[in-house]
T-cell receptor
């Protein structure tokens, strides 16, 4: 299996532009998570989906952030408009099942720089 | 609410010596505990997990972790460190009521040759 695939790996954009991050979970996994990693705040959960349905989006910073999962094999995280403070590494992770004992598998991340 | 604390920002150890990376947790229900490792410019890789049963859990790359319920700790250990173990280590917890992992702040392990 190719693992969780994220694109792009790196994104540099100007403040005010729209940014879309993409994720393909591991085939057969039905839970998907978006995390953000910064030096100041560490790893923060933004949102997670179970069976393509958003379950908890309490970590989404503000209305500029939105996430979708139109099918079991694809998810997007969109920032519109982007701001310099959104600069971070964004990770997508997936897991098989929703049980507490199930480990999540992470993609390699998208490093976003907003200038 | 669930939380994880990793009290050390960095741990330095000489190659061949044993290593310990500390983690304490707080959950309202039964704890499900995980360790992940992150190498530079890479995503997090799963190392091991504690669900229930044996308090000593063995994982990948020779790592193990000791669960201590009375101390609410889940320390990561390895009997003999390698330079290639140098990386960022994250402890994470998930309780039965929440499906997403909550991560600690991370501990940077530096193994000197």
């Amino acid at each position: 299996d190719a693992g969780v695939i994220q694109s792009p790996r790196h994104e540099v954009t100007e403040m005010g532009q729209e940014v879309t991050l993409r994720c393909k979970p591991i085939s057969g996994h039905n839970s998907l998570f978006w995390y953000r990693q910064t030096m100041m705040r560490g790893l923060e959960l933004l949102i997670y989906f179970n069976n393509n349905v958003p379950i908890d989006d309490s970590g989404m910073p503000e209305d500029r952030f939105s996430a979708k999962m139109p099918n079991a094999s694809f998810s997007t995280l969109k920032i519109q408009p982007s701001e310099p403070r959104d600069s971070a590494v964004y990770f997508c992770a997936s897991s098989l099942g929703a049980g507490a004992l199930i480990e999540a598998f992470f993609g390699q991340g998208t490093r976003l720089t907003v200038v | 609410a669930q939380s994880v604390a990793q009290p050390e920002d960095q741990v330095n150890v000489a190659e061949g010596n044993p290593l310990t990376v500390k983690c304490t947790y707080s959950v309202s229900g039964n704890p499900y505990l995980f360790w992940y490792v992150q190498y530079p410019n890479r995503g997090l890789q799963f190392l091991l997990k504690y669900i229930t049963g044996d308090n000593l859990v063995k994982g990948s790359y020779g790592f193990e972790a000791e669960f201590n319920k009375s101390q609410t700790s889940f320390h990561l250990k390895k009997p003999s460190a390698l330079v290639s173990d140098s990386a960022l280590y994250f402890c994470a917890v998930r309780d039965t009521g929440r499906r997403a992992l909550t991560f600690g702040s991370g501990t940077r392990l530096q193994v000197q040759p």
